[in-house]
């Protein structure tokens, strides 16, 4: 006879079963909307001058980047539309292909910092320690790793295959079961 205590392991191991396998279905579009809604909040702070902390540097490394050509006063609303629109394509879904593309962009100009503005990012030493705003750039790594989770779903489910063999009349497919070739028709 089954005591008590092992019934309610059995049944919350079963339940938390049962949540991994309905969450690993959702997890992308988590990701995703929880990225964009990142997004969104600090872009629209760049709007809003002096509300980011990460505006002085932004605009900064932007004025380095484009030699001077791009001022601050036009930089930092140029960021803050960036990551409005970014922020918004991720919580939509929208042309999801080029909001990624521009995510990846983006971020390649944010990682530059660290690079082009070595002083403010770092505490010089062995090893080298990030400074509060190298730490800021650095934590978009979690970003980074949350959209290429995304962009590999994506891929996942928009490149065509190779369409399955049919299985033979009134039989299955040598060597497999019948929920195998269900699960192979289906993708």
């Keep these: 006879m089954e005591s008590h205590l092992a019934r ?3 049944t919350g191991r079963r339940r938390a079963d049962d949540f991994s396998r309905g969450y690993r279905r959702v997890a992308p579009g988590v990701l995703r909307v929880s990225v964009g809604v990142v997004y969104l909040w600090f872009g629209v702070l760049k709007f809003i001058p002096g509300a980011s902390p990460a505006e002085d540097l932004a605009t900064r490394c932007m004025s380095l980047m484009t030699f001077d050509l791009v001022p ?3 930089s930092r609303p140029l960021l ?3 990551e409005v629109i970014i ?7 929208l042309l999801l292909r080029v909001v990624l593309a521009v995510f990846f962009a983006h971020m390649t100009g944010v990682f530059a910092t660290l690079v082009l ?3 403010d990012v770092w505490v010089h030493g062995i090893p080298p320690v990030p400074t509060l705003e190298g730490q800021y750039i650095l934590k978009n790594i979690v970003l980074i790793a949350a959209c290429l989770t995304v962009a590999g779903r994506r891929e996942e489910r928009t490149e065509p295959g190779p369409a399955p063999e049919p299985a033979p009349r009134g039989g299955h497919l040598v060597g497999t079961s019948a929920r195998a070739d ?3 028709m289906t993708g």
């Design 87 to 93: 922020g918004a394509g991720l919580v939509t879904g």
């Design 8 to 10: 309610l392991v059995r």
């Design 72 to 74: 601050p006063g036009v």
């Design 117 to 119: 503005l070595p002083n």
């Design 182 to 184: 269900r699960q192979a």
């Design 80 to 82: 803050a539309l960036m």
